[in-house]
């Protein structure tokens, strides 16, 4: 289940540069940097006609996958959004931002040590980013931690922030028709750190362009997870 109590993000690191969702605005000629608040914002509280809530005990709630959930444009609306969270406790809320260095303001008075039904995943995308979010990022309460790394940019030494804390890291390329070429090798590089910090790993996709063995191949979007199973460099 998707939730997305509000739209539109401004570009923040070399990440955004091919933003997916600029890329559909696009087609419908909006303008991705106007931020603005959905009609469905309170989506986690709405009731269907029998009573029950739309979004059903037990479902993982995919939050703010059209925006940033800590963008600062969103600063007067996410309280509002804390709580809901903090009352449908029967949901799970997955977010991911590339705006940790915000985060130590951004949690609601009584977070602690987290909400324990929140994942707030930490995207990054080349090494530069990595070593300026992830040490702020371990030392933040949250009780559910996952790196992405995507779109994968450059290769990755993640092994100084592979702690039991981290739950998962998953990597893929980047999609769209101006894609930036990602390689195998990076992938397998992250693999082999995450085996040896027993860390979760997960190939996601390839992306549109996608190097191996000094090959560039064009991979359709319908065939980027696909191939990311078929090299079989998952642990688990």
Known sequence: MKWNPWHGCRKYSEGCLNCYVYRIDSRHGKDSSLILKNKDFDLP?????????????????????????????????????????????DLHFFMTTKRILRLPDMFPPDWQDGYPNVTIACTVENQKRADERLPVYLELPIKNKILICEPLLTELDLAPYLTPQILEVVAGGESGPNARPARFEWFLNLSAQCKKAKVPFKFKQTGANFIKDGKLYKIPRNLQHIQAQKANIDFY
């Open 45 to 89: 509280l709405k009731k269907s006609r029998s009573g029950n809530f739309k979004i059903p005990s037990g479902e993982t709630v995919y939050t703010c996958f059209s925006s940033d959930f800590f963008l600062q444009e969103a600063d007067p609306w996410r309280p509002d959004a804390w709580r809901m969270i903090k009352f449908r406790s």
